[in-house]
């Protein structure tokens, strides 16, 4: 059998290559870290904030 030729508009091609660009931008500001690495390196944080609107110790309002 024959192969199946998919066209990719020029538009889409574009579209796909500005996510690329920015993802790595994004990883060189953000480093991804290991999660499983993290956890070994760092202590347990001391506090827990739960509920839709909890107030930050520095008065800004989480949502």
């Known amino acids: 059998m024959g192969k199946v030729i998919r066209f990719i508009p020029k538009s889409e ?20 870290v290991d999660p499983v690495s993290e956890q070994q390196d760092k202590a347990p944080v001391g506090h827990v904030v739960s509920g839709a609107n909890a107030d930050r110790s520095d008065g800004v309002l989480l949502s």
Do not use: L, S, V
């Not at 091609?13 to 991804?32: G, L, N, S, V």
């Open 13 to 32: 091609r574009e579209r796909t290559r500005q996510i690329r660009e920015a993802r790595a931008i994004y990883d060189c500001i953000f480093p991804p």
